[in-house]
């Protein structure tokens, strides 16, 4: 039984880029999954992203859709956002703001949704911000999925890294200047296959 997955994110910088690009593969590993990766629409004016950088950083993944509400109808959807204060970030609550429509018809309703998300700094509010999309989710009627222990790289002492029951993560650095590392990637894979495999069993039932 294949199972419809949507990973759609928000990335500034390209740190949930990569991160999205983790989860899919992770989610392509799960026989029959179809996996679509779709970015929600930019609200910064260009000269502020020029001047932050943010322009050039994001060309890597302009030939990513712009998702619409529409896209959300698939069996499960993996949000991708950074923190902003530890809620999800504007663009990503901007998305959610217009899908009032599914929620009057019912149409997320048992639908599988899993977060995942990156900070600039060790405790910058990971959790937070994914427990405030989970939220939303929750009035829509979906099934949260997180990341079960069995996610070895949640349990790694030996480095800083991101990644917790909530979802995966990543720390960016407050200058952007770290990546995504080999444990976080590792971490967001495993929620690919963890929420493609989820979504194929409630399929098949």
Not at 29 to 41: F, I, M
Not at 53 to 59: E, I, L, N, P, Q
Not at 151 to 161: D, K, Q, W
């Amino acid at each position: 039984m294949s199972a419809k997955i949507l990973i759609v994110f928000y990335s500034m910088y390209g740190h949930i880029h990569r991160m999205a690009e983790a989860v899919a593969e992770g989610a392509r590993e799960v026989a029959g999954a179809e996996v679509t990766l779709a970015q929600v629409a930019e609200l910064v004016p260009d000269a502020v992203l020029e001047r932050s950088g943010a322009k050039k950083a994001r060309a890597a993944f302009a030939h990513i859709a712009v998702a619409t509400v529409e896209d959300l109808e698939h069996d499960a959807i993996i949000v991708g956002t950074p923190t902003r204060f530890g809620n999800m970030c504007a663009q990503m609550r901007n998305y959610f703001d217009q899908t009032g429509g599914l929620w009057a018809q019912g149409k997320l309703v048992g639908k599988v949704g899993s977060v995942f998300t990156s900070t600039g700094t060790q405790h910058g509010g990971q959790e937070t911000t994914i427990v405030s999309v989970h939220a939303t989710m929750l009035h829509h009627g979906m099934i949260i999925v997180g990341v079960p222990y069995t996610a070895r790289g949640l349990s790694n002492m030996s480095e800083i890294t991101g990644g917790s029951p909530y979802g995966a993560s990543t720390l960016a650095a407050s200058d952007g200047s770290r990546q995504p590392s080999a444990n976080e990637l590792e971490i967001a894979r495993f929620q690919g296959r963890h929420v493609a495999d989820v979504a194929r069993r409630l399929k098949a039932a």
